[in-house]
């Protein structure tokens, strides 16, 4: 069984950067998809990015685009999220999730592995 377990959450101010790391441990595989979610307070989880395990094919939500960057580093098994530009409506709850199946897909019902997720807060 493949876990998850993000890191680099924290307080920035609006305009900042910051990075999120997920390690994975377990039988991931080249067929494994990882994904961005984050959920504020009161609202849905919502899509951020996604990438196929090698990181050769990547996704991006509207609001994120061309300000973050999904990446992976197979060596370490682990998948970053780099955030730039970021907007006080970018604060959040950040997860990252897994799902073996090769497809992408925006829908956090498709993944089955979830890490315990990381609190982004940006202040204006």
């Known amino acids: 069984q493949v876990q998850l377990v993000e890191s680099g959450g924290g307080l920035v101010q609006a305009g900042g950067s910051l990075r999120l790391s997920c390690a994975a441990s377990?039988?991931?595989?080249?067929?494994?998809?990882m994904g961005w979610f984050r959920q504020a307070p009161g609202k849905d989880r919502e899509f951020v990015a996604a990438?196929?395990?090698?990181?050769?094919?990547?996704y991006y939500a509207h609001s994120v685009k061309d300000r973050f960057t999904i990446s992976s580093d197979n060596a370490d098994n682990t998948v970053y999220l780099q955030m730039n530009s970021l907007k006080p409506e970018d604060t959040a709850v950040y997860y990252c999730?897994?799902?073996?199946?090769?497809?992408?897909?925006?829908?956090?019902?498709?993944?089955?592995?979830w890490g315990q997720g990381t609190q982004v807060t940006v202040s204006s």
């Open positions: 377990g039988p991931t595989g080249s067929t494994y998809v």
């Open positions: 999730a897994g799902h073996p199946r090769g497809y992408y897909s925006s829908d956090y019902r498709k993944y089955n592995v």
């Open positions: 990438s196929t395990w090698d990181g050769s094919t990547t």
